[in-house]
């Protein structure tokens, strides 16, 4: 199975960026970015498949962008315009299916068997 591993969380204000990275122990088809804020279920933030579709959820739109290398079996998701919501446990995942599970923008975690353990991503206001 596909190990990950996330880097790149870390403390910023209102407005501020970080980029997320994710190492993968070998490039699959389909992977993603999820996140959990404390007492929230987790969420969708965007996803990629093989031909390099993203998708978003609606919050995010227009201030995340998705990116995958697979030369280098990384995923990355750049953050700009960081809001206090934003912040949460982000989790890096990985299905190594022919065809991605998730339909559309609609990103749920069972579309994805293999997972990170997360990077904090923190927004003060």
């Known amino acids: 199975q596909v190990q990950l591993v996330e880097s790149g969380g870390g403390s910023v204000q209102t407005g501020g960026s970080l980029r997320l990275s994710c190492a993968a122990s070998?490039?699959?088809?389909?992977m993603g970015w999820f996140r959990q804020a404390p007492g929230k279920e987790r969420e969708g933030v965007a996803a990629?498949?093989?031909?390099?579709?993203?998708v978003y959820t609606n919050s995010v739109q227009g201030r995340f962008t998705l990116s995958k290398d697979n030369a280098k079996k990384s995923l990355y998701l750049q953050m700009n315009s960081l809001k206090p919501e934003d912040t949460a446990m982000y989790y890096c995942a990985a299905d190594d299916s022919e065809v991605c599970k998730y339909y559309s923008d609609y990103i749920t975690p069972t579309d994805f068997p293999f997972w990170g353990q997360g990077t904090q991503v923190t927004v003060s206001s």
């Open positions: 070998y490039s699959t088809n389909c």
């Open positions: 990629i498949d093989s031909d390099g579709t993203t």
